[in-house]
């Protein structure tokens, strides 16, 4: 009788754990597992969205998009280039301003809240508001650039500069999400090795490289993993802004797949593309993490 | 230690089982309720049946519609058309999950290209059909008939004709000496009107006043240039749909026509821009533009329209698409009520009184021919250009293909290409026509 109420007791304790998990559980299974083997079974068929049959076709959807498809290529470039523009622009920036307002500054909850509101707009939000402002005949740039004699720009019109302004909107609209994330990691950096440094005779610049860079790995490893991770992601704010035009220049993956998918209904094609960028940054992620660690232990 | 570990799986386990089953439960209802699409809508307010109506007439001509359905409801009691607007965006892939999971509406409309995306799960409809309905076929359009027939049936309801066409300012017609009532009507008389149109109006030396500005829109100037493809008599691709057919001279010359604008004739700004917006503010004196755009005109300028000229060397021709009621299989045979109300909505739709308010009043042409007839319409500025672009035949509908949407994708990035000075015209139809080659060889 004892025994038996020990082993209940035993197992409620190995129980309970897990009943408080099942529901975060059920809904990582539904929501995020079963969809993600979901979309690989379905890179392997072809399937238009309406037929219940979805026969299997092997590895024709990837063979597709890498040999026949005339836009993925165009949207690995333009998404090389969005990462190329966007991630050391985002971290050198975001660093730089959380330096600042790391510092002893009038007015710092004014700048921390000034810089981190862009960040709460969403990027539908954020891609309309730019486009009109930078609309080539009504747009209110153009407007001011005309007052001080400044002809009318195409922007957004000419593929030429179109991936620069966008990756600009992208740094104005989520720089916020860098800048705290270092500010939090400045926190945490002991004052001990400033002062140390301080006696050493190390000049700020020398303090910034040889204490803060060094103290801030962790975090940085964490920033380039989330951007060249949400880089792949970026949709809402292209989307909105451009299409992915004009002539395909901010033509990035998750756009070429929202066509595919949505627009053509091959989503087959369009299940391929998301188990092609899920590799990618599977890969990426653990080049940058064993980067990482080696320099760590190098350290 | 062990046996905490057995624990931990076989608690994993059967969360993983209980989500999965769950998903499949899921996924099962959704089948089940596709296979009853037709018995399981929404309750109806009492005594009534309800019509669900999608459509992608995002503009005026949507609230206008909804208008003269507030009126069919009010004449017709026992039926309430609930009419929804979706986004041109989603709107086919909404459509398409709706049929997938068996919530599709009673009807739905769609573009003159895009049924054979459909034709599996939409009704189709004889002859017969039609008579019995009381739908003479003989009063309309014998082109939109053609437009809804595939494989010998007929697949939808013509519900309304939507050609490309030409508008002008008469106003600045006067202003330049020229005589309104004589619009242009070929390449060299468009040239010289537009010539005299394009002016320094205020006398500081730059061009304030030009003939026309090309459509920033990709998908617009592809359809314009198509239009002068057929015009130079190819079309777009050959009789079979098997291959494309524009990579020749007539392709090439529909393409320079437009760069010539800006490049030979100096009637055009080099960068095209929102020509809507210009026609609107007097930058240009007139404007290539879609029927849908006169209702935005209306209030704002004062316009009167014409037949496409004949920009291209061998016929007068213009790209064209319609507006076709579909209706999803399973509400004929399993709600007869609900079908019957459905029809009783779409035979509405294609009255003679329903077709020629709506055709006065929003942006579409009437697929009826007393509508399209009606001598007020014709005598009415803003839109006899239009209808005489159809009475006359020169309309030429866009070819309706399942990948039709592709094929203009990726058309309309090569000629946009061209227009922003990145590709040559050689270039860019070599390039297109082995994309969609591509494509219509896919199976």
Not at chain 1, 242 to 253: D, F, Q
Not at chain 2, 126 to 134: C, H, L, N, S, V
Request: glycine share 6%; aromatic share 14%.
């Amino acid at each position: 009788m004892k025994t038996n109420t020990r082993s209940l007791v035993l197992l409620r304790k190995k129980v309970t754990p897990f009943l408080f998990l099942l529901p975060f559980l059920s809904f990582y299974v539904v929501m995020q597992l079963f969809p993600l083997f979901q979309n690989l079974r379905v890179s392997f068929t072809e399937w238009d969205m309406m037929s219940p049959e979805k026969p299997f076709v092997g590895l024709a959807n990837f063979k597709y998009l890498f040999f026949s498809d005339p836009f993925f290529w165009v949207s690995v470039k333009a998404t090389l280039l969005y990462i190329v523009l966007n991630v050391p622009s985002k971290i050198v920036i975001g660093l730089a301003l959380a330096v600042v307002l790391n510092q002893r500054l009038w007015g710092k909850a004014f700048h921390r809240t000034a810089i981190f509101l862009p960040f709460v707009i969403n990027s539908a939000v954020v891609g309309l508001l730019f486009g009109w402002i930078l609309d080539p005949q009504s747009g209110m740039l153009n407007y001011f650039l005309q007052k001080f004699g400044i002809p009318p720009q195409q922007w957004l019109v000419d593929p030429t500069w179109t991936m620069e302004i966008v990756v600009l909107v992208t740094i104005w609209w989520s720089i916020a999400f860098n800048t705290i994330v270092y500010l939090a990691g400045l926190q945490g950096i002991p004052e001990e090795l400033y002062d140390a440094a301080k006696i050493d005779g190390c000049s700020p610049w020398q303090s910034f490289w040889h204490v803060t860079l060094p103290g801030l790995r962790d975090t940085t490893m964490f920033i380039v993993i989330m951007q060249v991770i949400g880089s792949f992601q970026a949709f809402g704010n292209i989307w909105l802004l451009t299409h992915g035009g004009p002539v395909n220049a901010t033509r990035v993956l998750m756009i070429h797949l929202y066509r595919i998918g949505f627009y053509y209904f091959r989503m087959g094609q369009a299940a391929a593309i998301a188990v092609i960028i899920f590799i990618i940054v599977l890969v990426l992620t653990l080049i940058m993490l064993s980067m990482f660690r080696k320099s760590e232990l190098k350290n | 230690m062990r046996g905490i570990k057995r624990a931990g799986i076989l608690m994993l386990a059967v969360v993983l089982m209980f989500a999965f089953s769950t998903s499949v439960l899921f996924a099962k209802g959704t089948q089940e309720k596709q296979k009853a699409a037709a018995g399981k809508k929404e309750a109806a307010p009492a005594g009534k049946v309800v019509v669900n109506y999608w459509s992608r007439k995002t503009g005026s001509d949507g609230d206008v519609f909804s208008e003269f359905i507030k009126g069919f409801n009010t004449a017709n009691p026992n039926i309430e058309v609930k009419m929804q607007v979706l986004p041109w965006g989603e709107y086919y892939g909404k459509v398409r999950a709706s049929i997938l999971t068996g919530n599709a509406p009673e009807v739905f409309d769609v573009s003159v290209y895009s049924p054979p995306m459909f034709l599996k799960y939409v009704e189709s409809f004889t002859k017969e059909d039609f008579t019995k309905a009381g739908i003479n076929m003989a009063d309309y359009a014998a082109s939109a008939w053609e437009a809804v027939k595939f494989n010998g049936k007929y697949y939808g309801f013509p519900d309304g004709i939507v050609p490309l066409g030409f508008y002008y300012n008469p106003v600045l017609f006067k202003a330049a000496g020229l005589n309104p009532s004589t619009p242009p009507k070929n390449l060299k008389e468009f040239v010289e009107q537009g010539k005299k149109l394009t002016k320094d109006t205020n006398g500081d030396g730059k061009i304030n006043q030009w003939s026309i500005i090309m459509t920033d829109n990709n998908m617009m100037r592809t359809w314009f240039w198509e239009s002068i493809l057929d015009q130079n008599g190819k079309s777009l691709l050959n009789a079979d749909k098997t291959k494309a057919n524009f990579n020749n001279k007539a392709g090439l010359d529909a393409i320079n026509v437009f760069l010539d604008m800006s490049r030979k004739y100096g009637i055009a700004p080099k960068v095209p821009g929102n020509s809507g917006n210009a026609f609107i503010t007097k930058l240009a004196a007139m404007d290539f533009d879609g029927v849908w755009t006169r209702k935005m005109f209306k209030d704002k300028i004062t316009f009167a329209t014409a037949p496409m000229p004949q920009l291209g060397s061998v016929k007068p021709a213009i790209w064209s698409s319609m507006d076709i009621f579909l209706f999803p299989k399973g509400y004929r045979t399993k709600n007869p009520a609900k079908w019957e109300a459905t029809m009783s909505f779409a035979k509405w739709v294609m009255s003679k009184k329903f077709q020629l308010e709506y055709t006065k009043a929003a942006g579409q042409l009437a697929s009826r021919l007393d509508a399209l007839n009606d001598p007020e319409l014709r005598a009415d500025p803003h839109v006899n250009g239009f209808l005489e672009e159809v009475s006359s035949g020169m309309v030429v509908y866009a070819p309706a293909l399942k990948t039709t949407q592709e094929i203009y994708g990726v058309i309309s990035e090569s000629l946009a290409a061209v227009f922003a000075g990145k590709l040559s015209a050689e270039k860019a139809l070599a390039q297109s026509e082995k994309q969609v080659n591509q494509i219509l060889a896919r199976k």
